[in-house]
T-cell receptor, first 114, second 111 residues
Framework: DTEVTQTPKHLVMGMTNKKSLKCEQH?????MYWYKQKAKKPPELMFV???????INESVPSRFSPECPNSSLLNLHLHALQPEDSALYLC?????????????FGEGSWLTVV | RKEVEQDPGPFNVPEGATVAFNCTYS??????FFWYRQDCRKEPKLLMS???SGNEDGRFTAQLNRASQYISLLIRDSKLSDSATYLC????????????FGDGTTLTVKP
């Protein structure tokens, strides 16, 4: 069972909609991540938060906007997405950002943009 | 050249077979290594960490060869339930702990 919880599990949105993906962990992990995964491809890093501050933005388009309200929560706000943004969005966490900490993933949110 | 490379397979093996996957990495500053398993339409799950001394967990053995810059995963006595995609993950201290994923190796174990 995963200890990172993501909602919703499935989301269908139009290109003019605004929606949000939510992620929660109660393990006291200090680093949280958003990944995007397309079919038959590995997860692709989007954002990293460390101690509630954005530490890595992998040149993600501004139509994706992350937010970390507190140490347990991570949101991904979506606006004016394109059909090619349809993918599995994975939230993950780790104890810290040190190299020795493996990341644990949530079950993901399947996003379809129509 | 990709930073982390895996043989994509697919590997199709009968139950009970032994199968090995290799993963090569290009950044010699790489410090931590992991194998993840991903089932179809599921999230990746940590299978095991890989240490210089090697480590074993039941039927799974992981090895690290720093000189040749590769890691390996050996699965003995394959089960049908081992069918999945296996992802090699590498992190290095020059990139604030950012993890790099290989493209994955697909394993199908057949009866």
């Amino acid at each position: 069972d995963t200890e990172v919880t993501q909602t919703p599990k499935h989301l269908v949105m139009g290109m003019t909609n605004k929606k949000s993906l939510k992620c929660e962990q109660h393990m006291g992990h200090r680093a949280m991540y958003w990944y995007k995964q397309k079919a038959k491809k590995p997860p692709e890093l989007m954002f990293v938060y460390s101690y509630e501050k954005l530490s890595i933005n992998e040149s993600v388009p501004s139509r994706f906007s992350p937010e970390c309200p507190n140490s347990s929560l991570l949101n991904l706000h979506l606006h004016a997405l394109q059909p090619e943004d349809s993918a599995l969005y994975l939230c993950a966490s780790s104890q810290g950002m040190g190299r020795e900490f493996p990341i644990g993933f949530g079950e993901g949110s399947w996003l379809t943009v129509v | 050249r990709k930073e982390v490379e895996q043989d994509p397979g697919p590997f199709n093996v009968p139950e009970g077979a032994t199968v090995a996957f290799n993963c090569t990495y290009s950044n010699s500053a790489s410090q931590s290594f992991f194998w993840y398993r991903q089932d179809c339409r599921k999230e990746p799950k940590l299978l095991m960490s890989v240490y210089s001394s090697g480590n074993e967990d039941g039927r799974f053995t992981a090895q690290l060869n720093r000189a040749s810059q590769y890691i390996s995963l050996l699965i003995r006595d394959s089960k049908l339930s081992d069918s999945a995609t296996y992802l090699c993950v590498v992190t290095h201290n020059t990139n604030a702990g950012k993890s790099t994923f290989g493209d994955g190796t697909t394993l199908t174990v057949k009866p």
